[in-house]
């Protein structure tokens, strides 16, 4: 599998050094309130998003970081609201487990740690990616007598099947579904490369890039994880290059740019350039009609059309319209 490449920040990376942890803690990041109701309903209902959720796990970052190499990334934690007339705080601590080893004691030793720094309340979740992997869903410890037991939920990405999946509108539904699809095809790229063509058009279709970021944010997710070799990367770049093309994107941005980067990367440049353009476009329409206001005036004033052309800067032609329409 040493052919199976991502492109990405610039770099080649062999499938297995690809950093899935981050990747996964990057989109629950852009969707926390989708995962939380997809994944714990329960929970979802008693907090108050109205106060929005604030990441937290910055302010323990050496303490609840793997030491691994390539996992420098926290686990998330996230700072909620909870409904109720005194308006209570808890912590919800999200773990991604994808390489196979138990979390159970680092989900106790960063369960500890929240808690010793502000007593909060503390919800703590395993999302396991896996395809193989059973997660424990506690930690027990004991020792004559002296004994520690902790508990903490457990999900997998097969708790929830394809069509269900499918058939949800929620978006992070989506996300669970490339992981399902990416443990499925581990060993088989060109199958990899159905599902991920697949997803991209579901996407596509039900979050249009133009109307809104949550297209762009699920594309970029899905590009990371759903890696393909050189010949079907290619294959799918002409096959994606239709899409961008009924969105009004003009590829010819990339090759400008001289840089390796994600269709997901693409697609937010595009969208924000696109609004910066808007804004461009609204300060040039507005400056136009200051100008075409100072000419009434100004012709109102008596002041010859010679005049209001070169203080104004409109043609010959266009004071005349103006003038016309008043």
Do not use: C
């Amino acid at each position: 599998m040493n052919d199976l490449l991502l492109v990405n920040e610039g770099k080649m990376y062999d499938a297995y050094e690809i950093d899935f942890d981050r990747h996964w803690k990057e989109v629950i990041t852009d969707f926390f309130d989708e995962f939380l109701l997809l994944v714990e309903p329960h929970l979802f209902e008693k907090i108050d998003f109205f106060n929005k959720p604030q990441p937290i796990e910055q302010e323990l970052y050496p303490l609840a970081s793997k030491q691994k190499k390539g996992k420098n990334i926290a686990d998330k934690i996230f700072l909620v609201t909870l409904k109720g007339r005194k308006k209570a705080q808890a912590a919800i601590h999200i773990e991604i487990q994808g390489d196979g080893q138990d979390v159970s004691e680092r989900m106790l030793k960063t369960y500890y740690k929240i808690f010793d720094k502000d007593r909060k309340n503390i919800f703590s979740i395993v999302l396991v990616t896996h395809p193989l992997y059973r997660q424990l869903s506690k930690f027990h410890h004991q020792f004559y007598g002296t004994s520690i037991l902790f508990r903490f939920q457990v999900h997998h990405l097969f708790d929830f099947s394809e069509i269900q999946l499918l058939k949800s509108n929620n978006p992070f539904a989506l996300a669970l579904l490339a992981g399902q699809y990416q443990a499925k095809t581990r060993t088989n790229p060109e199958e990899r490369y159905t599902y991920k063509l697949k997803l991209t058009e579901i996407i596509k279709e039900r979050y249009p890039f133009d109307e809104s970021v949550i297209g762009i944010k699920l594309l970029k997710f899905v590009d990371n994880i759903l890696y393909l070799p050189h010949e079907l990367n290619e294959q799918y770049i002409q096959e994606v290059y239709q899409i961008f093309n009924k969105e009004g994107m003009d590829m010819a941005q990339a090759e400008k740019t001289k840089e390796i980067i994600t269709f997901g990367e693409l697609l937010e440049r595009w969208k924000k350039e696109g609004k910066e353009e808007g804004i461009e476009e609204g300060k040039r329409e507005g400056q136009f009609l200051e100008r075409r206001k100072m000419a009434q005036k100004m012709a109102n004033a008596g002041l010859d059309i010679e005049t209001i052309i070169s203080l104004t800067g409109f043609s010959d032609d266009e004071i005349k319209q103006i003038l016309k329409e008043g």
